[in-house]
């Protein structure tokens, strides 16, 4: 009963270093790939702050000056499409996080152990899938990112979807970002405005595959 218990606590396979296994899945499917997401593509600003100091972490976790990430063919299709609505309105996206290999997830919640703001390593999170990220929305005629009431991973209740104490427009930034993401198949987390992870019935197993590893 107890190890019933702890299977359901627990992902179904334990994260896997095997990039001949995720190659062989991307020759089975296609939707099983990494799509690499650089600064190549307009809309997009990359500030992937794992690769850098400026995180609540205070060291990279990531490869230095990182300048590229992943996501799963279909969540990486589906942010596309945000970024062409948002192009409309003069916006663009500017992306903190996305693919995290498992290793990273260990180190982030032996910081923060609560499952409001990093994922359990017992289950995984949807980023060692592949599936999440991490983003706000910046001006294209300016490069600045709208006002969203805290920076990403201030983990506090402002940055809380239910936390209303603020001004209007930084409410309307919020909603917007939530309402674009939505529409084209992203679920927010309630305690992380800047969180999202694209909803899909697949189930992507756990990764821990290093990024260069990925890029070759
Ligand atoms: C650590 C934070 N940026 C984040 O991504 N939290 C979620 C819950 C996660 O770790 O999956
Ligand atoms: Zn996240």
Redesign the pocket.
Known sequence: MFLLALCRLSYAQPPTQDLAAYRLSVAQNSNNQLIKIDKTQQGIQLDLVYGSTNNFVKKPVYPRGLAYTFLRKPAYEALLAVVQELRQQGLGIQLF?AYRPYDV?RI?WSIVPDER???NPKKG???NRGL?V?LSVYDLKTGKLLPMGTGF?NFSDTAHHSFTDLPQAQRDNRALLKNVMARHGFTA?DS?WW?YTFKTDTVYPVLNIPFAELAR
């Open positions: 996080d997830t982030l703001y990093a994922a999170s949807y980023h999440a991490d991973d987390l992380e969180h």
